[in-house]
């Protein structure tokens, strides 16, 4: 399967803590995103990096990519209740298709 | 204003019977998209248009048709619904070519089959 995969599979903290997660996939890539989904909503996207670059940040979320490991990281940094979700990874090879990982279900509790 | 709208939002029907779901987006994106949930959170993609023309067509039973009667509009038609077919489908549309490449989601239709 091509699809990518994502550990741990769940993952719970408590508020103000620090939660990562990793994203492995097999293929070449041209860029990785990271996409969140609330329980019974879409998903909505929080960040891309391209394949050559190594980190990105945007306010609370550092993304990492190792291309030669094929592995990407998530970081939320100072995490909140309203971050409870599930984190996917997405990424394209080339064209248009997007493949997305398992993903991860985060539950930050108070 | 929502984006990416999909309707119906929850579709309860019997084996055997033929289904439609809708979708529609105001961004003036050029490519659409449909991708199946399972129960397990597993996202697979199943079609895409470009400008209403087909682009991906992935390994999909062909009792599954999509439709683009514009580059606004995807609407996904299924035939003799079996148990399996049981998911939440998603819409999503992005600009092909855009620098940003991300996609935008509807809110999904929760189809069940009994």
């Known amino acids: 399967s091509q699809q990518g995969e994502e550990d741990p599979q769940a993952l719970s903290i408590q508020e103000g803590e620090n939660a990562t997660m990793n994203c492995s996939y097999k293929t070449s890539i041209n860029n990785l995103q990271w996409y969140r989904q609330n329980s019974g909503r879409g998903l909505v996207h929080l960040i891309l990096?391209?394949?050559?670059?190594r980190e990105k940040h945007s306010g609370r979320l550092r993304v990492t990519l190792d291309t030669s490991k094929k592995s990407s990281s998530l970081l939320i940094t100072a995490s909140r209740a309203a971050d409870t979700a599930s984190y996917f990874c997405?990424?394209?090879?080339?064209?248009?298709?997007?493949?997305f990982g398992t993903g991860t279900q985060l539950k930050v509790e108070l | 204003d929502t984006a990416v709208s999909q309707t119906p939002k929850y579709l309860v029907t019997q084996m055997g019977n033929d289904k439609s779901i809708k979708c529609e987006q105001n961004?003036?994106?050029?490519?659409m998209y449909w991708y199946k949930q399972d129960s397990k959170k597993f996202l697979k993609i199943m079609f895409s248009?470009?400008?209403?023309?087909?682009?991906i067509n992935e390994t999909v039973p062909n009792r599954f048709s999509p439709k683009s009667p514009d580059k606004a509009h995807l609407n996904l038609h299924i035939n003799s619904l079996e148990l399996g077919d049981s998911a939440v489908y998603f819409c999503?549309?992005?600009?092909?070519?855009?620098?940003?490449?991300?996609?935008?989601f509807g809110s999904g239709t929760q189809l069940s089959v009994l």
């Open positions: 248009y470009n400008n209403k023309e087909l682009i």
């Open positions: 997405a990424f394209t090879g080339g064209g248009n298709k997007l493949t």
């Open positions: 990096i391209r394949s050559n670059e």
């Open positions: 999503a549309s992005s600009q092909l070519f855009d620098r940003s490449e991300k996609l935008f």
């Open positions: 961004l003036g994106h050029d490519t």
